[in-house]
């Protein structure tokens, strides 16, 4: 592939300002990555699947500076369920701040810190998936992070953990610019939980890579951070075997640019995969989701639920992908997304997408985009209640379908109850 001169250009200036870790179990995968990254080129708005999303400031060598946000009224995300919590500032591990790394039925170790040992698990699943998931959809900001990632959380889950593992991303420079790397292994019937939380920094690059085994579990909750200006490109890469289950919902709130990528592989019978997300943005705010499910094994299930409010110039996008194998007889695919806009200055961008190589399959896709119903909205209002909170009302409920993917019903609550905060906050004066 014959980079064109300015994707070069682009490509050569972030890499000179790295340096690429060296040494230990993972250089292998890193050596790789970095030779995708210079095969790939960084992404432009040329590619098909960033024609939504300026990627410019993700990309560049100088990190476009984020002010930071302090709010003493409003407490921690998660902060109130008992959880293991795994602290990063701008990108690097506090210990200091977080919980000893013991959790029973669960090993964890930080990346730097594992890799001297040759025989690590993590060799099976470092920059493995990330790799399987380049195809057919490129995606170098994935591979960059492979190559480059200095620090991170690696999961080895053998039982079902009593609690919860929090990462909690805490963004204190202004111009800090995070790589992390998390790797997660889900051993064959086990089940574990991990919450994602916080701004993380000004620009935030970070991948997780899961390998479920059979009839494993993976639930997974995160809230990306208030900190409005904040910069975010996140990668999550699945596989999951037989008889296990992936689940993953994502909130929303703020950000300046968030561009959430998703790429799950059902690799074998009865697996399921649940990927949600719900996003409101307030002015200048472009959230991005997008999502590659492929399906390569009989009697898979998949949903894809998202859900997004915008007002006042917010831009929304949607990128989302069912692909069907010729062995994926009896699959079931389900996606929906859908906008809220709350003005006429916002706008919602949408890409799905079915294609399917099998001929016993129930898949369905479906897009739309409205404003609030004028007839639901009347009836609050004949009942007395107050324009601002009747539209926060109807726009509770228009998100509740992605929220309920949750299964931990605390969970949902919390996501619940932020989202109406931030209702609440942006309330037209």
Known sequence: MTLSPRIQEITSRRLNDLVLPTGGW????RSAALNRVQSLGLPSNRDEYWKFTPPETLTTA??????????????????????????FVDGVFDAAASDQLALENVTIERLGESKDRDDHWGREVYG??????????????????????????LIHVRGTPSKPINLVYVHSNETSDAILHHVIKVNP?????????????????????????????????????RDH??????????????????????????????????????????????????????????????????????????????????????????????????????????????????????????????????????????STSGAIDEGELFYLRARGIEQAEATDLLTLAFLN??????????????IQSRLAAWLMRHRPS
Not at 401 to 414: M, P, Q, R, T
């Open 189 to 225: 019937g086990a089940e574990c939980t991990i919450l994602e939380s916080g701004p993380a920094a000004a620009r935030f690059n970070k991948c997780m890579e899961i390998d479920i085994a059979d009839g494993g579990a993976l639930h997974h909750v995160r809230a990306q951070g």
């Open 128 to 153: 493995v998936l990330e790799q399987s998931g380049q195809v057919p959809v490129a995606r170098p900001l994935a591979a960059l992070n492979t190559a480059f990632a200095t620090d991170g959380i």
């Open 62 to 87: 100088q990190v476009p500076p984020a002010s930071l946000f302090v709010d003493v009224d409003e407490s921690p995300v998660f902060g109130n369920i008992d959880r293991l919590k795994l602290v």
């Open 26 to 29: 993972s250089s292998e995968a």
């Open 401 to 414: 379908e992605a929220v309920s993917e949750i299964d931990n019903e605390e969970l949902a609550d919390e």
């Open 229 to 366: 200006e904040r910069r975010a490109a996140t990668h999550m890469f699945a596989r999951v075997a037989a008889n296990a289950l992936f689940k993953s919902f994502t909130l929303t709130v703020n950000g300046r640019l968030t561009r959430n990528e998703i790429f799950v592989e059902l690799l074998g019978r009865n697996s399921m995969a649940h990927v949600a997300g719900a996003c409101v943005g307030d002015g200048d705010f472009h959230h991005d989701d997008t999502v590659f499910v492929t399906h390569a094994a009989e009697d898979c299930k998949s949903r894809q639920v998202f859900k997004k409010v915008l007002r006042n110039g917010a831009t929304g996008v949607f990128q989302g992908k069912i692909l069907v194998k010729p062995d994926a007889q009896k699959t079931d695919g389900y996606q929906i997304s859908q906008s809220l806009l709350l003005d006429g200055d916002s706008q919602f961008l949408a890409k799905p997408e079915l294609e399917i190589y099998a001929d016993d399959v129930a898949c369905s896709h479906g």
